[in-house]
């Protein structure tokens, strides 16, 4: 049963998403108390600016406090400035890496911001960009570090994207491919596939005047889920990307981008993990069920899946027990997540069959130091959140035919 602090942020940010929908809403029945745990709740989702309408020009506006107030300006103002930051450096990216024939689509970032009411309100610390040619990635690198962004070896930790910096820390990520690497073969291969003929999937939209290239709505929108799906496989996700997927089903798929969502989501065998995704939204945040491109699955299921994105808040960073959901079950789960991270972790020294005992060694040392020393926790209790969080994730049929 949601309590109703859980409520009240959900009618908030429903109040935001959809102006048209205002006057079925109702915020009489919430508490001073509920007020403050929805502003605490939506400060650790980072989406204070989607309740900052119903916080300040809707009936609730008379039961919030003026500190609260004054926070809630302070950090959508702060969310706000940042946003036109980033879009502008998006652009200016994008433009200096196409006068050297480096075509790249942005992949989250003022791509889903634009499916907003207002697109400044959705927060973004970073500029994510595919480049469409992976061939092309080095002489990427070496065009933005020629026009002044940081290159940093401590950075490069991950086998799907580079990153940079600009000179005022903002970290733009070069993409190779659109998400690193799942424990599932199948699922990985038909996404090096679809990457194959994504050039054929690309448009463009216009912001503030100025031109970005994006994929094709259905093909967007499977990468949002790939993108949830990624954090959910970590650590989870936080409410805001439930977010992207309400405001981008809400304003609307045609029959066309429907049916390219509906392929690629089965082709990957992740129709359960969308129906989840979409069903939680249509439950919990708002969507029109008619806009949805398959059938709703149980609100008990979405009930589950919400309790642990609201644990998690912001990409799983208030739990630190979490590790990543385990691809199978027992300790040969166990076995094949540690292998997949592994991997992930070395992803050419990996391929060196005779070294990979000593890459197990080195992976689990870092594993059991981080959990000490940075995390504050014990690896029987990661472990156990892990073992439950992966029961949940088998319920919602991820990769299984």
Known sequence: MKRSSEELLYNSIKWFLYPSKRDSLSFEE???????????????????PFIFDAFTDSPLKEKVNEDIIKELKGITKQTVLQSYRLIFLTKYVSN???EKGIETVVLKGV????????LLYRKSGDVDLYILDKSKIKEAVETMKNAGFLFFDEDQKENHQTVLQSRDGIKIELHTMITEPFSDKRANERIALFEKGIKECTESFYVFGNEFHTLQRGAFA???LLHALQHFMRAGFGIKLLCDMAALFENGLNDKEKETY???????????????ILSSCVYFLGLDADKVPHELCEIEKCEVFLEDILKAEEFGRNDVNRMAVLSGNGLWGYFKEFHH?????FPKASKVFIIIPILWVITLVRFLINNKKVRKTTAGEIFKNAGERSRMAKDLEIFER
């Open 262 to 276: 509906l392929y690629l989501v089965n082709d990957c065998r992740l129709s359960g993990f969308s129906k989840v």
């Open 111 to 118: 791509a889903a911001a634009n499916e907003y009411p207002e």
């Open 96 to 98: 200096i890496l196409r």
């Open 222 to 224: 499977f990468t949002l």
């Open 341 to 345: 991270q592994m991997k992930l972790s």
């Open 30 to 48: 919430y508490s001073s108390e509920d007020i403050e745990e929805t502003f605490a709740a939506a400060k650790g989702h980072a989406v204070v």
